[in-house]
């Protein structure tokens, strides 16, 4: 079973809204189909998305990677290949490498902390 708008406590106006605009799935679930792709790359290592505002869109995908040792890819190449395997408003409008991903003791992504943690935001 997949997680609804309703699931998140989205209004219905709202959620229709969001289905005219293409977005079909709430962010969350979004997250992984993205990061499923970003990590597809042969030159990636890990890979975590989180959403940030976006003055236009309400939302953008920001994507934190580390790279495999001696890669050299760059963020318009991995957003180019993004943009092959996903739809338009899904790839990331801003990647950031990064050395590690935070993560706590049992391995989980923390992506609360990736903005906070790696940016110092």
């Known amino acids: 079973m997949s997680t609804t ?10 959620a229709r809204a969001l289905h005219k605009r293409g977005i079909e799935q709430p962010f969350p679930v979004q997250q992984l189909v993205i990061e499923d792709v ?8 890990e890979v975590g998305v989180i959403g940030v505002p976006h003055p236009h869109t309400g939302e953008a995908v920001k994507a934190f990677v580390v790279l495999e040792p001696g890669a050299t ?3 318009d190449a991995l957003v180019d290949y993004a943009r092959d395997h996903l739809a338009r408003y899904k790839c990331p409008s801003k990647v950031l490498f990064v050395d590690q991903l935070p993560r706590n003791a049992s391995g989980k992504l923390l992506r609360r902390s990736l903005e906070t943690d790696l940016l110092g935001a």
């Open 38 to 45: 970003l990590a597809g790359h042969p030159d990636v290592a």
């Open 73 to 75: 890819l760059d963020e």
């Open 5 to 14: 708008f309703a699931d998140l406590g989205v209004s219905p106006a709202v």
